[in-house]
């Protein structure tokens, strides 16, 4: 019996997990201190960025008509990280994959 291209191209086997638990996971094994600013701005570094822009937000906003109670925690201040960068799909596939940076590829 024979079979079409489209037949035998199948589904991809690669590894995945979804993208907020990939992100949790990065940041929980981050070291306290000052490990995550300094992979920041070596990650804009690699990506060719001529500026970078650390801000603390000290703002606390209303926590009222959220679609979901848990966003309370994300109202209160935050640290915001900007680069002038381009994030690429490669970027992302980047930090979909687990445990890989595309530095060890």
């Given amino acids: 019996m024979a079979y079409s291209n489209s037949e035998l ?16 996971g990065i940041i929980r094994d981050y070291p306290e201190g000052v490990g995550i600013l300094k992979e920041l701005i070596q990650n804009a570094d690699d990506a060719k960025a001529t500026r970078v822009e650390i801000t603390l937000d000290w703002r606390n906003h209303q926590v009222e008509k959220l679609p979901d109670d848990r966003m309370v925690l994300l109202m209160g201040p935050a640290m ?8 690429a799909d490669k970027d992302f596939d980047s930090i979909r994959s687990l445990g890989q940076s595309e530095k060890a590829r």
Avoid: M, T, W
């Avoid at 915001?80 to 994030?87: A, G, P, R, T």
């Fill in 9 to 24: 191209e199948g589904k991809s086997f690669y590894q995945s997990e979804p993208l907020i638990a990939r992100l949790r």
């Fill in 80 to 87: 915001l990280v900007y680069n002038d960068s381009v994030f």
